[in-house]
């Protein structure tokens, strides 16, 4: 679909961008998988503003440029690599270690403050369309998942029935921090993967009745 920019967000290096989608094309049919993660923009929004687009509840992504404007603010890609130096993942109580404190230094990380008001302004344009502390679905997308010869779908964390901003932020981290699971550790070693290489979208989206809508 083709990229509006949100004017609200507009800056020299225009952050936010909505994406208009107008029919049933690669951006819906990847449902919450994050297109273009890779975008120099922290965050956007898809809408659908066709009247014979199919009924998606509004979402958002953040960016896998938000993930590594966060490492950078943070100095944790420097941390990071020093946590995973000698790391042999073979061996489970050193994987287990490297995979706690990988997590918990993102954990303790904050937001650089430009890209948390463009989290949470996305958040707050879906509340005012379904309401206060609007519940939503918070979830992991990789830069590197369903390649040909790997597939790391389910390696990273999901998290349902968020609620309120602060809350919602707290997902976030925890689907950032996700990226350092035990298991996607030792499956990007046993794939070849430089663990600092990989980056992570995070796809928000408005929980819909799952007795009034279906999949598939």
Known sequence: GRIIRNQLHETAKSFAAFHDVPELNHHLMEGLKNPDTNKKILTFLFINSNLYSPRIAKR????????????????????????????????????????????NLILKCDFPSDLKKQILDNYFILEKQYGKNCDVAVRSSATAEDLAGASFAGEQETYLNVRGADKFLIAVKKCVASLFTDRAIAYRE???????????????????????????
């Open 190 to 216: 046993e794939k070849g993967f430089d663990h600092l290489e990989i980056a992570l979208s995070v796809g928000v989206q408005k929980m819909v009745r799952s007795d009034l809508a279906s999949s598939g």
């Open 60 to 103: 958002f992504a953040i960016t896998a440029d938000a993930y590594r404007r966060f490492l950078k603010y943070n100095g944790a890609d420097a941390r990071l690599k020093t946590i995973f130096t000698g790391l042999n993942a073979k061996n489970i109580w050193q994987l287990q270690k490297t995979g706690k404190a990988a997590r």
